[in-house]
C-alpha cells in the first residue's frame, strides 16, 4: 500500500475530552458570595446570587434599611458620541435602563439573557455620529438599595450622591478607584437606591469596601430576589430590576 493510500485510509483519531458545557459568567465577588451561604442561579449566561437565605429579611433591608447587591451579569453597552441625539433614536423598551453620564457618554443596561439586542440598536443609533461597544465584562455592579445607601456612599466619596436625580449618573471616585453611579428611584416595594459600576478587577475590593463601610447602618447583603417586588412572582429579569 503506498503512502497516498495510507494517507486516505487511515482517519485521524476523534478528540477525545470531557463533554462540552456552555459557558458560565460570574462576578469577581463569586467566592465570597459563596462563602456567605448565597444561593446562585442561572440568568442568561450568568450564575448570580438569587438569595442569601432569608429573603423576607433582604427584601425588608430594601425598604427599611440597607440591602447591598451584586448585580454583575447584567447587559452592558458603553455609548459615546452625541448622547441626547443617540438616545432618541434607541426604540422605547421597559427593560432598558438609559444611564447618561454626559453629553457625550452613557451606559445602557439590560437584563443578562437580553444578548446583543441593545447592542444593535446602539450601534445603528450611534453611526455615524458615534460608537456602541459591549461592557459586559468591563464592570462589576452593585445595587446599594433603601433608605441608608446615600449614608453608605457619603462614606465613601466625597460626590454629593443625593443631588442625583432619579435615573442621573456620573462618574466619581469611590474608595479610591473610578466609579459609575447612577441613581435608582423607588418603587414596587424597594426603596430608592444607587447602582455603583466599577472595573471588573476592582469587583472583590468594592464588594469587601461596601460591606465593611456599612457597618452600623443596618446593612445586609442581599441576591437579586430581593429586588424584585414579591408580586412578580416567577418574573425575574433583574437586569434593570
Do not use: N
Not at 494517507?7 to 458570595?33: C, F, I, K, N, Y
Not at 446562585?40 to 447587591?69: C, S
Not at 436625580?165 to 426603596?191: C, F, N, R, W, Y
Amino acid at each position: 500500500m503506498s503512502e497516498q493510500e495510507i494517507t486516505q485510509t487511515v482517519a485521524p483519531p476523534e478528540p477525545v475530552g470531557p463533554p462540552r458545557r456552555d459557558a458560565v459568567g460570574r462576578s469577581p465577588a463569586h467566592h465570597l458570595h459563596a462563602a456567605r451561604g448565597a444561593r446562585f442561579r442561572r440568568e442568561g449566561p450568568f450564575e448570580v446570587v438569587a438569595t442569601y437565605g432569608d429573603l423576607e429579611a433582604e427584601r425588608r433591608a430594601t425598604r427599611d434599611g440597607l440591602a447591598i447587591a451584586d448585580v454583575t451579569g447584567r447587559r452592558m453597552v458603553d455609548v459615546r458620541g452625541p448622547i441626547d441625539e443617540i438616545l432618541g433614536r434607541l426604540p422605547l423598551a421597559p427593560d432598558l435602563r438609559r444611564a447618561r453620564i454626559s453629553s457625550r457618554w452613557a451606559i445602557l443596561i439590560s437584563a443578562p439573557d437580553s444578548g446583543d439586542t441593545y447592542l444593535r440598536a446602539a450601534e445603528a443609533s450611534a453611526s455615524p455620529l458615534g460608537m456602541a461597544t459591549d461592557a459586559t465584562s468591563l464592570y462589576a455592579s452593585f445595587r446599594l438599595a433603601g433608605p441608608r445607601a446615600g449614608d453608605l456612599l457619603a462614606r465613601l466619596t466625597a460626590f454629593d450622591v443625593r443631588s442625583l436625580e432619579a435615573g442621573a449618573a456620573t462618574g466619581t471616585q469611590l474608595a479610591k478607584i473610578s466609579a459609575i453611579l447612577i441613581a435608582i428611584p423607588a418603587g414596587d416595594g424597594v426603596g430608592r437606591g444607587y447602582d455603583v459600576l466599577v472595573p471588573s478587577e476592582y469587583g472583590r475590593y468594592a464588594f469587601e469596601t461596601l460591606l465593611q463601610a456599612a457597618h452600623g447602618l443596618d446593612a445586609r447583603p442581599c441576591g437579586w430576589d430581593a429586588l424584585v417586588p414579591a408580586s412578580a412572582g416567577a418574573d425575574r429579569r433583574g437586569g434593570t430590576a
